[in-house]
């Protein structure tokens, strides 16, 4: 291994060790690690390529664009739609990581599906809900259904595109 160097990673802002493996790969790319033998993304650390690896398995494009608006119509500009999210308060110059974390309400309390022990500056709770309808209910609900449509990531409404996300 050649001698340790740092790099100041794009995604946390955090110098960090950026160590040659003297190897390739296929493209002609070169390798890096940190202390840990862990690999860079690119520009990003092993740490922050984790927690985006854990934020996409977790977090599906529906839902992305759902805390997407939700950030939007709060006021904050959106820095990065990349996970992690990272984005701007209109009044500030600070640039905010959001966390993602999915709950649920039970007995008063709420409960997540994982601490909040990773690093971010606000956080997403993602609420879900189920409703079972019957056929006949789901029939009667069609003329305001509106399916979201993951390819061009607009909603569809009997064969027609909209610019709107479903929602019942």
């Not at 977790?58 to 992305?64: A, H, L, M, N, Q």
Request: with cysteine.
């Amino acid at each position: 291994m050649s001698e340790k160097e740092s790099r100041k990673c794009a995604y946390c802002h955090q110098e960090k060790p950026w160590i040659w493996t003297q190897g390739r790969l296929k493209d002609g790319s070169k390798i890096y690690i940190d202390n840990s033998k862990r690999r860079w993304a690119g520009r990003r650390c092993p740490d922050c390529e984790r927690s985006r690896v854990q934020a996409a398995v977790r977090c599906d494009s529906f839902e992305k664009e759902i805390i997407m608006r939700q950030l939007e119509e709060q006021g904050y500009q959106i820095h990065s739609k990349t996970l992690p999210i990272t984005v701007q308060a209109n009044d500030s110059t600070n640039i905010l990581t959001v966390g993602i974390r999915r709950a649920f309400t039970r007995n008063g309390q709420i409960v997540v599906e994982s601490s909040c022990d990773e690093k971010a500056d606000i956080y997403a709770l993602v609420f879900e809900s189920v409703r079972i309808c019957s056929a006949e209910q789901m029939e009667q609900l069609s003329p305001r259904l509106e399916v979201y449509a993951l390819g061009n990531k607009q909603a569809v409404t009997e064969g027609r595109s909209s610019q709107k996300e479903a929602y019942i």
